[in-house]
């Protein structure tokens, strides 16, 4: 347990759905990061929030939403997605942004039919 | 820009067996090195670290030196077990950078 969680653990839809992935830190944190993880492919940086203002976005696609209401939460808002976004969905947040240990969560195993 | 490199396996060893997993990095200024680990269906959990030139980290059996000269934070255990079976990163962080991890590197233990 590592004090960020991941709701839901898995997850499949279909390229018309819209779904929110949802992440939570318990450690008190001020940054938090999305990165995607698929088969044979380094981790890749999606997105960086520093007390709640996104600082990187990595050019990732727009059908990728995030959305940061507080220190502790982060969303991932999903709309017509591709097969090729089929991933691992992996949440960290650290200290700072600066040389700071990123803590992750279990991820969110996404399945786009 | 930096990188880290390390062997991508798969690794397979015998339990109780020595356990050497390479990385090496480009780097600039003094980064920090780690190494994570990620078990069958989870996350990615910190293993170890190192700030400074000749640091040693270590748990669970694990260690890794930063070794400054030949930018290298290589993992080592004495004896592995079953339960050590995982993908192991590893991966370095510059101030005011991102993290930059390696492609990792899977360990299967067999009884």
């Known amino acids: 347990e590592t004090g960020v969680t991941q709701t839901p653990r898995h997850l499949v839809m279909g390229m018309t759905n819209k779904k929110s992935l949802k992440c939570e830190q318990h450690l008190g944190h001020n940054a938090m990061y999305w990165y995607k993880q698929s088969a044979k492919k380094p981790l890749e940086l999606m997105f960086v929030?520093?007390?709640?203002?996104?600082?990187e976005n990595n050019s990732v696609p727009s059908r990728f939403s995030p959305e940061c209401p507080n220190s502790s939460h982060l969303f991932l808002h999903l709309h017509t997605l591709q097969p090729e976004d089929s991933a691992l969905y992996l949440c960290?947040?650290?200290?700072?942004?600066?040389?700071?240990?990123?803590?992750f969560g279990p991820g969110t195993r996404l399945l786009v039919l | 820009g930096n990188s880290v490199t390390q062997m991508e396996g798969p690794v397979t060893l015998s339990e109780e067996a020595f356990l050497t997993i390479n990385c090496t990095y480009t780097a600039t200024g003094y980064p920090s090195l780690f190494w994570y680990v990620q078990y069958p269906g989870e996350g990615l959990q910190l293993l170890l670290k190192a700030t400074k030139a000749d640091d040693k980290g270590s748990n669970k059996g694990f260690e890794a030196t930063y070794r400054k000269e030949t930018t290298s934070f290589h993992l080592e255990k004495g004896s592995v077990q079953v339960s050590d079976s995982a993908v192991y990163f590893c991966?370095?962080?510059?101030?005011?950078?991102?993290?930059?991890f390696g492609p990792g590197t899977r360990l299967s233990v067999l009884p």
């Open positions: 960290a947040s650290s200290h700072g942004t600066g040389q700071e240990t990123q803590y």
């Open positions: 991966a370095l962080l510059s101030y005011g950078q991102n993290f930059v």
């Open positions: 929030y520093s007390l709640e203002e996104r600082v």
